[in-house]
């Protein structure tokens, strides 16, 4: 299974990093829809796709604006849009709102339970945990027969979803937060370094992959990976268009 890193910053984007969105392009599902959304259409290889929203804070959000064009084209026949019905009330209430957004998109807006497994492509389960985000949010797993993937973003390591991400073989985990800031990790929702280490090394992981970083420290190490390593050793700061294979 191959996935590429549209955007692996948080709040804003800036040179190096765009926000949030992850893709899946052999399978057409994407996980979150940020800054970083709109490199979707060169890379997506199926002509539908499903996205998955973890909360609707406008970071993992305003990307969904520029997939109105490739629908309009034909190049994609049909999105459907994954979230919680509070999230998907607030993107089309206020992103597309007529004012901001005058040609509202086509899209097919589904609502999410927690209590019910999504089917994906190549035999897979999708599955959904709250977790604790001002605002709310969700975190997903998708597993398929000899591999799994888990995406936890905007909240605070260590939670209440260890068991939920249990014997993960990749975890894409947000890493805001040096250990130094940790006090600013809890104030906003957010997570630190050693912490996510944790998370990881106790809820047994093979793979961890750190997105979200504050976007005012675009340089190669904003978190001290080497010390969170010393806790979980396979571990990476992941880039923009960085592609993996599991």
Request: charged letters at 20%; a negative charge; glycine letters at 8%.
């Amino acid at each position: 299974m191959r996935l590429i890193f549209l955007g692996t910053g948080g709040y804003h984007p800036n040179e190096r990093r765009h926000t949030a969105s992850l893709l899946l392009p052999d399978i057409g599902l994407a996980l979150d829809a940020g800054t970083g959304f709109f490199r979707v259409q060169e890379r997506l290889q199926t002509d539908t796709l499903d996205v998955f929203l973890t909360h609707a804070h406008l970071d993992h959000v305003c990307g969904l604006t520029s997939f109105l064009v490739p629908l309009l084209r034909g190049d994609v026949t049909g999105v459907r849009v994954h979230g919680t019905t509070n999230t998907l009330a607030a993107i089309r209430q206020h992103l597309f709102a007529e004012e901001l957004f005058p040609v509202a998109p086509p899209f097919e807006w589904c609502e999410l339970s927690a209590t019910t497994p999504i089917n994906v492509a190549d035999d897979g389960k999708l599955t959904c945990f709250e977790l604790k985000h001002p605002g709310g949010s969700l975190g997903y797993r998708i597993d398929w027969p000899d591999h799994s993937l888990a995406y936890i973003t905007d909240t605070t390591a260590p939670g209440n979803y260890l068991a939920f991400i249990k014997d993960v073989d990749v975890l894409i985990h947000e890493c805001y937060f040096p250990d130094e800031m940790g006090d600013w990790a809890i104030k906003t929702g957010h997570s630190s370094a050693t912490a996510v280490a944790e998370v990881a090394r106790d809820c047994g992981a093979k793979r961890l992959y750190l997105v979200h970083s504050d976007p005012q420290h675009p340089e190669d190490d904003p978190i001290d990976l080497g010390r969170l390593q010393r806790t979980f050793p396979d571990a990476e700061l992941a880039e923009d268009l960085q592609e993996i294979e599991f």
